[in-house]
Each structure stands twice: as C-alpha cells, then as structure tokens.
C-alpha cells in the first residue's frame, strides 16, 4: 500500500473546523426546506416520527409547509426559516426534510454573521451540498451530509449518523457487511482508480451541485482535502462534463484523493453500446490524477447511507473504499 498522498500534507496544517455541540436524546431539532417542497402534509407528520423516534424533539420552520412553483417557498421565506433555526438558542441542530433544487437561491439571504456566531449542526444530502459548501467556505464549523430527515432511516444509516452526531465518534465508514445487505453491497461494490492512502479534510456532495457554484463565491479551498460526490438520474456524458469543468477550474488537480459515492440511475438514455459507462469516465478523469481514488462509497441516493461531516481530517484508503474519520465532528 501506498504512503499517504502530499497534498493531503497542506490540509494537516490548515486550522481545524468548529465542532458544533453533539446531539444528546431529548434536544429539540429544527426541519427546514431550503429547497424543494413536500405536497403531503402526512409526509411531514412522519417526518416528525422519525425525529421522535432518535429521541429529538422536531420543530418545524415557520415556512415548512409553503409552495412557490417547485421551491418550498420564496427565496426570501426559505432563506429566513435558515437564520431563524440558527438564531434560536432552542434548537440544537437543523435537519434538510428534502433536497431537490433551491438552496443555491437562498445562499446571498443567509445571515452569515448570525450563522457563524451560533454553530449548529446541518444535516441533509443532494441539493443541500449547495448549503454544505457555503458553510465549509463562511461559517467554518461542522455540517454533516447524511440522510434527509425524509430519507429511509434504516438501522445501517441510523447507526452511522449517530456514531458521528450522537457519540462524538471517529468511526471508519465502510459498505454493510453480512447476507442481509447483498443488494447494498452490490450497489456499493468498490472500484479503485488509484490505490494507497489519503489524508485530508472532508469536503463535496452533490455533483451536479457543486459544478453549479464553480465560479461563485460560495466554494470552500479544496487544496490538500479528500473529495467526495455522488449523484442521481445524470448520463454518463453530463458526469463527464462536471468533472471536465471541475478539471479545468482546477480543483481535481489541488485533491489529496476522491471518493465517488453512487451515481443512481446514470445509466446511458439510449442504447450504451459505442458509449462510456459511468466508471469509465472516472477511470479518464481520476486515474491521470496519481491520487487514491475509487467508486462505490455507501452514500448518495440510496436508502442506506453513511454520515460524512465536511471540514474534519480524515484518511481514505482506496484499496479497501473505507473512509476512516480521524477527529470528532461534535464537540
């Protein structure tokens, strides 16, 4: 195996992340929708069982339940339940009920300086990478991509988010093991593209979100850190595009190493023959990088799924497709 990449050398030296307080069974937790909109009310009431069911108390924001077109809400209304669940020294951490599209609207009405002086922890995953990234870039604490609070809960996630938020914990994520999880092992197989090991600080999400925000204010440094993104419903020629375009910005050049999650449903439109596959647009783009590099980690648009804080070091190993976190997220 090999040594741990340089790069990941200039993230050692880079000031660590503030470590927002761990979740402790009985805190009240905050539910927003920075982006799009629930249409059954029933939904949120389960939503709500599911917070009760991890021991928190759910408070909705005071626009939960609104609609404007396909955002949950306008701009402005979105962007205030944020600053209000962060302004209210009641919650102790706020949950994404959903992504779909909309945080990247909201990011120039967000109260940063309130944001930054009340560090929280921000759970969610697909659109809220836009959310993620602008926290890692100006606030500086902890955010965790994980499960929507509507996600499926299953115990595989339910125990790795808790690891992470609850326990204060420096876990190694790694795909289920054991007969009952075959089906997630298959969809998580492991494919390296560059073995060894990287160190660095945790940083990406959404693809397609990510390659939205090139170009803006609203992206943390990537120099030194560990990259990880996944996707859902992209063909293989559009995951090609974003990486170019992460290519020629110059951010897959500054990584210590790249952990690609699941990229479900980017099958080809049409018939593939004569066409690459996902993974082989991966192997063209990371394999040139010289860098521990693989696809298969157990987090996207998949019904289990592990938490991955942004902003603490952590070292990869893209042999075996583990991420191993190497300092709390939690204070």
């Given at each position: 195996m090999l040594a741990a990449h340089t790069p990941s050398a200039m993230a050692a030296t880079a000031p660590g992340p503030i470590k927002p307080r761990r979740l402790r069974e009985g805190d009240t937790v905050g539910l927003i929708e920075p982006a799009g909109f629930t249409d059954d009310a029933f939904d949120l009431d389960l939503v709500e069982d599911t917070i009760r069911a991890m021991g928190l108390k759910p408070k909705r924001a005071p626009h939960l339940i609104d609609r404007y077109g396909y955002l949950a809400g306008k701009d402005a209304d979105r962007a205030s339940d944020v600053n209000?669940?962060?302004?209210?020294?009641?919650?102790?951490?706020?949950?994404?009920?959903r992504g779909g599209w909309g945080c990247a609207r909201i990011l120039p009405l967000l109260d940063w300086k309130k944001i930054r002086s009340n560090p929280k922890l921000l759970i969610g995953f697909s659109d809220i990478t836009a959310l993620h990234l602008a926290f890692a870039a100006k606030a500086g604490f902890t955010t965790i991509h994980g499960p929507n609070a509507s996600s499926s809960w299953g115990q595989y996630s339910?125990?790795?988010?808790?690891a992470v938020a609850f326990d204060a914990g420096t876990p190694t994520l790694t795909n289920p093991q054991g007969h009952e999880d075959r089906l997630a092992q298959r969809i998580g197989r492991?494919?390296?593209?560059?073995t060894g090991v990287a160190r660095g600080r945790l940083l990406g999400?959404?693809?397609?979100v990510l390659a939205a925000l090139m170009?803006?204010?609203w992206l943390p440094d990537f120099a030194g850190a560990i990259l990880f993104i996944e996707d859902i419903g992209e063909a293989p020629y559009r995951i090609d595009r974003m990486l170019t375009q992460l290519k020629l910005g110059g951010i897959?050049?500054?990584?210590?190493?790249?952990?690609?999650g699941q990229c479900t449903d980017c099958g080809a439109a049409g018939p593939s023959y004569g066409g690459f596959?996902?993974?082989?647009?991966?192997?063209?783009?990371?394999?040139?990088?010289?860098?521990?590099?693989?696809?298969?980690g157990q987090f996207g648009h998949v019904a289990n799924q592990y938490s991955l804080p942004l902003g603490i070091q952590?070292?990869?190993d893209a042999t075996t497709g583990t991420i191993r976190l190497l300092e709390p997220a939690v204070s």
């Open positions: 209000a669940m962060f302004a209210d020294p009641a919650i102790s951490a706020i949950f994404a009920v339910w125990d790795a988010f808790r492991v494919r390296s593209f560059g999400g959404n693809l397609t170009g803006t204010p897959l050049d500054k990584l210590a190493g790249v952990a690609f596959t996902v993974s082989e647009v991966l192997q063209q783009h990371l394999a040139p990088l010289g860098i521990p590099a693989f696809q298969g952590a070292e990869m």
